[in-house]
């Protein structure tokens, strides 16, 4: 099994960047497809981007694209989010997830999950 722990969040500003981490222990995080989740209040979990086990393939959602930029560090065994221009929008508690070999595009079968962390974008 793989543990996730999410750190990173925080208060921001409208425009403000913000930089996510995943840690990942009890397996070797480089075997593994990661996937950043968000849930806002109110609103069903939806997915943000993910990075493939191998090849480095990235796949973001529509309001991530062109703001958003996932990484990893397979030394470090973690997984990065890197969030700029960020917007009251994206106001929630951030998750990240793995599968082993999973496929990036694919975006809901995640085996393994953190507790997440709260991003808060005020005006």
């Known amino acids: 099994q793989v543990q996730l722990v999410e750190s990173g969040g925080g208060l921001v500003q409208s425009g403000d960047s913000l930089t996510l981490a995943c840690a990942a222990s009890?397996?070797?995080?480089?075997?593994?497809?990661v996937g950043w989740f968000r849930q806002a209040p109110g609103k069903e979990r939806e997915f943000v981007a993910s990075?493939?086990?191998?090849?480095?393939?990235?796949h973001y959602a529509e309001p991530a694209k062109g703001r958003f930029d996932i990484s990893r560090n397979n030394v470090k065994n973690t997984i990065y989010l890197q969030m700029n221009s960020l917007k009251p929008a994206d106001t929630a508690v951030y998750y990240c997830?793995?599968?082993?070999?999973?496929?990036?595009?694919?975006?809901?079968?995640?085996?393994?999950w953190g507790q997440g962390t709260q991003v808060t974008v005020s005006s």
């Open positions: 997830a793995a599968e082993f070999r999973g496929l990036y595009y694919d975006t809901r079968s995640y085996t393994y």
């Open positions: 009890g397996r070797t995080i480089s075997d593994y497809t």
């Open positions: 990075i493939a086990w191998t090849g480095g393939a990235t």
